[in-house]
């Protein structure tokens, strides 16, 4: 019998996961934009990045624009490639249930 | 039983990538008021060049639009994300509106200004420019007008000055007005899904 792949527990969280697909399919993105799109709360949030910024998945970035804060979180290759081996284990794991 | 359940629950974790990335890849910009706006510009000009000072006209209704479309833009522009594909339609935009200005400014200033070769030049630039955005977004109402300009400017070496004022006031009206606020009611419906969708 093969043996099974283990999923990443970082990249696994609901959140952190919506946080990384979301943040694949763009360049940079503000926090509140995150936020918006997640429907979470400004902690849970700040919480669930500060994770991913701790394992190197995102890098962040503050400025101010027109004298406002602006956070602006990044995927690094790091997290691009954890996130594809997430996916690939993902799909090993649930082999011929997949999209069942 | 239980392996079922976690089936289900990778099965989950799956969709939720793929709507996240559908999500993210989305446009979320608001871009087609400037579209009206530019519109209205031209309209403005044209009647100020045709009742008043012919040779300000189009310099400074252009720089105030441009001026306008900056600001209001910058401040839009906060709570975004960045797209590969907004940055490349926002830059085939501004190269644009920069070799338009530098060009149509040149030939006013030296004096080989002609109402076809103008019409023709802004028909083809935003033709061109209309076209490269609607393949980019697969709009095929932005590839209409692209088609649109593109005629203008053909028609433009063919036809008489009021043959040509007219057809160049009617795409000004179809590609600009029309279809600006067409895109601002698709925006704003799309706006709507995706805040339901949060």
Partial sequence: MPELPELNPVIHGKLRLALLSLLVGVEEAEFTWLRARTGSTDGNLGAQ?????????????????????????????????ALGEYVQAMKQLLGGAIGG | MMENREDLELNDRLQLIESMIAEGRRTTEKWAWTFVLWGVAYYVAIAWSAWGNATLAWPVTMIAASVVTGVVAGRIKSNKAKTTSGRAIGSVWMAMGFTLFALLMSLSVSGRYDLHVFVAIIGAMLGMANGISSMILRWKMQFACAG??????????????????????????????????????AESRRHGRSAAHA
């Fill in chain 1, 49 to 81: 990045l500060a994770k991913l910024e701790e394992a190197g998945y995102v890098a962040v970035e503050k400025k101010f624009v027109l004298r406002k804060p602006q956070t602006l979180y990044r995927m690094t290759e790091a997290g691009r490639l």
């Fill in chain 2, 148 to 185: 649109v300009w593109t005629a203008t400017a053909v028609a433009a070496c063919f036809t008489t000055d009021n043959q040509v004022s007219v057809i160049f006031l009617g795409a000004i009206f179809f590609c600009q007005i029309v279809f600006g606020i067409y895109g601002m009611i």
